[in-house]
Protein backbone atom coordinates (compact mmCIF):
# COMPACT_ATOMS: atom_id res chain seq x y z
CA UNK A 1 0.00 0.00 0.00
CA UNK A 2 2.81 2.30 1.00
CA UNK A 3 4.75 1.63 -2.21
CA UNK A 4 1.45 2.15 -4.25
CA UNK A 5 0.97 5.60 -2.17
CA UNK A 6 4.51 6.60 -2.86
CA UNK A 7 4.10 5.85 -6.76
CA UNK A 8 1.10 8.03 -7.16
CA UNK A 9 2.98 10.76 -5.12
CA UNK A 10 5.51 10.79 -7.22
CA UNK A 11 3.23 10.73 -10.13
CA UNK A 12 1.69 13.69 -9.18
CA UNK A 13 4.70 15.75 -8.05
CA UNK A 14 6.25 14.85 -11.76
CA UNK A 15 2.62 16.09 -13.51
CA UNK A 16 2.43 19.01 -11.20
CA UNK A 17 6.19 19.98 -12.45
CA UNK A 18 5.37 19.64 -15.77
CA UNK A 19 2.29 21.80 -16.01
CA UNK A 20 3.66 24.63 -13.74
CA UNK A 21 6.69 24.61 -16.49
CA UNK A 22 3.74 24.57 -19.58
CA UNK A 23 2.80 27.39 -18.10
CA UNK A 24 6.03 29.33 -18.08
CA UNK A 25 5.66 27.96 -22.02
CA UNK A 26 8.97 25.64 -21.43
CA UNK A 27 10.16 23.09 -24.28
CA UNK A 28 9.57 19.87 -24.41
CA UNK A 29 12.92 18.45 -23.62
CA UNK A 30 13.28 20.76 -20.46
CA UNK A 31 9.85 19.30 -19.09
CA UNK A 32 11.20 15.83 -19.64
CA UNK A 33 14.71 16.73 -18.35
CA UNK A 34 13.15 17.67 -14.96
CA UNK A 35 10.28 15.84 -14.58
CA UNK A 36 11.20 12.26 -16.28
CA UNK A 37 7.68 11.82 -18.50
CA UNK A 38 8.32 11.03 -21.64
CA UNK A 39 7.49 13.31 -24.36
CA UNK A 40 4.21 11.58 -25.77
CA UNK A 41 2.72 12.08 -21.70
CA UNK A 42 3.92 15.85 -21.67
CA UNK A 43 2.16 16.80 -24.92
CA UNK A 44 -0.91 14.50 -23.85
CA UNK A 45 -0.39 16.93 -20.80
CA UNK A 46 -0.25 19.58 -23.01
CA UNK A 47 -3.77 19.14 -24.67
CA UNK A 48 -5.22 17.71 -22.02
CA UNK A 49 -4.62 20.04 -18.92
CA UNK A 50 -2.38 23.66 -19.94
CA UNK A 51 -5.21 25.25 -21.79
CA UNK A 52 -7.92 24.30 -18.97
CA UNK A 53 -5.53 25.86 -15.54
CA UNK A 54 -4.32 28.69 -17.51
CA UNK A 55 -6.43 31.86 -18.09
CA UNK A 56 -3.70 32.69 -21.10
CA UNK A 57 -3.62 30.69 -24.18
CA UNK A 58 -0.27 28.68 -23.69
CA UNK A 59 2.25 28.32 -26.66
CA UNK A 60 4.85 25.58 -27.16
CA UNK A 61 7.88 26.84 -27.90
CA UNK A 62 9.57 25.24 -31.10
CA UNK A 63 12.69 26.06 -33.00
CA UNK A 64 16.38 25.79 -31.70
CA UNK A 65 17.13 26.63 -27.82
CA UNK A 66 18.48 30.11 -26.86
CA UNK A 67 22.33 29.97 -27.29
CA UNK A 68 23.66 32.98 -27.61
CA UNK A 69 25.77 34.82 -23.83
CA UNK A 70 25.69 38.24 -25.61
CA UNK A 71 21.42 38.25 -25.22
CA UNK A 72 22.29 38.78 -21.49
CA UNK A 73 24.11 41.46 -21.86
CA UNK A 74 23.56 42.98 -24.66
CA UNK A 75 22.16 46.28 -22.92
CA UNK A 76 22.19 47.71 -19.78
CA UNK A 77 18.63 46.94 -18.64
CA UNK A 78 19.26 43.26 -19.98
CA UNK A 79 22.00 43.07 -17.96
CA UNK A 80 20.24 44.10 -14.97
CA UNK A 81 17.70 41.28 -15.46
CA UNK A 82 20.11 38.86 -16.04
CA UNK A 83 22.38 39.69 -12.83
CA UNK A 84 18.80 39.89 -10.58
CA UNK A 85 17.95 36.37 -11.96
CA UNK A 86 21.43 35.00 -11.25
CA UNK A 87 20.91 36.18 -7.58
CA UNK A 88 17.59 34.41 -7.51
CA UNK A 89 19.76 31.09 -8.43
CA UNK A 90 21.76 31.68 -5.64
CA UNK A 91 18.86 31.97 -2.99
CA UNK A 92 17.28 29.37 -4.00
CA UNK A 93 20.75 27.23 -4.03
CA UNK A 94 20.96 26.23 -7.89
CA UNK A 95 24.62 27.94 -8.70
CA UNK A 96 27.57 25.61 -7.78
CA UNK A 97 31.15 26.43 -7.11
CA UNK A 98 33.28 26.02 -10.44
CA UNK A 99 34.69 23.22 -8.77
CA UNK A 100 31.90 20.53 -8.38
CA UNK A 101 29.34 18.82 -10.90
CA UNK A 102 26.67 21.06 -12.17
CA UNK A 103 23.58 21.28 -9.75
CA UNK A 104 21.05 19.08 -12.12
CA UNK A 105 23.15 16.30 -12.31
CA UNK A 106 23.86 15.94 -8.37
CA UNK A 107 20.42 17.09 -7.20
CA UNK A 108 17.04 15.18 -7.65
CA UNK A 109 15.75 16.28 -10.94
CA UNK A 110 12.46 17.07 -9.38
CA UNK A 111 13.82 19.08 -6.47
CA UNK A 112 16.15 20.62 -8.98
CA UNK A 113 13.00 21.92 -11.36
CA UNK A 114 10.62 23.07 -8.21
CA UNK A 115 14.05 25.72 -7.29
CA UNK A 116 14.01 26.62 -10.69
CA UNK A 117 10.88 27.23 -11.07
CA UNK A 118 10.95 29.34 -7.64
CA UNK A 119 13.26 31.19 -8.62
CA UNK A 120 12.04 31.92 -12.37
CA UNK A 121 8.91 33.42 -10.38
CA UNK A 122 10.61 35.08 -8.07
CA UNK A 123 12.48 37.09 -10.85
CA UNK A 124 9.37 37.89 -12.50
CA UNK A 125 7.51 39.11 -9.34
CA UNK A 126 10.50 41.34 -8.31
CA UNK A 127 10.23 43.04 -12.14
CA UNK A 128 6.50 42.78 -11.62
CA UNK A 129 6.45 41.53 -15.46
CA UNK A 130 8.00 39.10 -17.30
CA UNK A 131 10.92 39.88 -19.37
CA UNK A 132 13.22 36.78 -19.79
CA UNK A 133 11.48 33.51 -21.18
CA UNK A 134 11.68 30.19 -19.38
CA UNK A 135 14.15 28.94 -21.75
CA UNK A 136 16.28 31.80 -21.80
CA UNK A 137 16.79 31.72 -17.45
CA UNK A 138 17.62 28.32 -17.92
CA UNK A 139 19.96 28.94 -20.73
CA UNK A 140 21.09 31.38 -18.57
CA UNK A 141 22.02 28.83 -15.10
CA UNK A 142 23.34 26.34 -17.59
CA UNK A 143 25.91 29.28 -18.51
CA UNK A 144 26.76 30.29 -15.32
CA UNK A 145 27.26 26.50 -14.11
CA UNK A 146 28.85 25.19 -16.68
CA UNK A 147 30.97 27.39 -19.45
CA UNK A 148 32.85 30.40 -17.28
CA UNK A 149 31.63 33.24 -20.45
CA UNK A 150 29.43 34.87 -17.87
CA UNK A 151 30.63 35.59 -14.49
CA UNK A 152 29.76 37.49 -11.59
CA UNK A 153 32.19 40.63 -10.38
CA UNK A 154 31.65 43.34 -7.95
CA UNK A 155 30.83 46.77 -8.70
CA UNK A 156 33.35 49.21 -7.37
CA UNK A 157 31.00 51.84 -6.67
CA UNK A 158 28.01 49.86 -4.79
CA UNK A 159 29.78 46.99 -3.86
CA UNK A 160 27.09 45.09 -5.56
CA UNK A 161 27.42 41.71 -7.92
CA UNK A 162 26.50 41.97 -11.16
CA UNK A 163 26.91 39.47 -14.21
CA UNK A 164 29.68 40.49 -17.05
CA UNK A 165 30.77 38.38 -20.26
CA UNK A 166 34.21 37.29 -20.23
CA UNK A 167 35.00 39.24 -23.29
CA UNK A 168 34.02 42.83 -22.44
CA UNK A 169 37.05 43.98 -19.87
CA UNK A 170 36.42 47.45 -19.63
CA UNK A 171 33.21 48.03 -17.86
CA UNK A 172 33.22 48.12 -14.35
CA UNK A 173 30.49 49.83 -13.39
CA UNK A 174 27.15 47.50 -12.50
CA UNK A 175 23.87 47.84 -14.80
CA UNK A 176 22.31 49.39 -11.40
CA UNK A 177 24.90 52.32 -11.25
CA UNK A 178 24.24 52.94 -15.05
CA UNK A 179 20.65 52.92 -14.87
CA UNK A 180 20.78 55.41 -11.46
CA UNK A 181 22.62 57.93 -13.24
CA UNK A 182 20.62 57.66 -16.61
CA UNK A 183 17.66 58.51 -14.26
CA UNK A 184 20.04 61.47 -12.59
CA UNK A 185 20.28 63.23 -15.58
CA UNK A 186 16.99 62.72 -17.17
CA UNK A 187 15.85 64.62 -13.16
CA UNK A 188 18.26 67.23 -13.86
CA UNK A 189 17.10 67.64 -17.41
CA UNK A 190 13.63 67.79 -16.53
CA UNK A 191 14.12 69.65 -12.73
CA UNK A 192 9.83 70.78 -12.43
CA UNK A 193 8.85 66.90 -12.98
CA UNK A 194 9.75 64.76 -10.13
CA UNK A 195 11.75 61.04 -10.56
CA UNK A 196 10.51 59.50 -7.70
CA UNK A 197 9.10 56.09 -8.70
CA UNK A 198 11.10 53.12 -8.65
CA UNK A 199 9.79 51.94 -12.30
CA UNK A 200 11.22 54.72 -13.80
CA UNK A 201 14.77 52.88 -12.68
CA UNK A 202 13.30 49.50 -13.96
CA UNK A 203 12.02 50.35 -17.18
CA UNK A 204 14.51 52.92 -18.48
ZN1 LIG B 1 27.07 49.47 -8.84
Given at each position: ???????????????????????????????????????????????????????????????KSPRQ??????????????????????????????????????????????????????????????????????F?????????????????????????????????????????????????????????????????
Amino acid sequence: MDLENDSYSNERSRNDLALRMIRHEARTCTIRECTGLTDDRIRRLYRSYAHELSEAPVRRRRGKSPRQVTFFVRNTRAQFESSLLASAFAAFGLLQPANMKPSNESDDPLDYGRRFCDAYETHQQLLNTQTLSFEHAWFLLRLLNRSGDLRAVRCRHCDSYYLKDKFNLCRHTCPTCRLKRARTRRCRAKPRKPCSSSRAVMHD
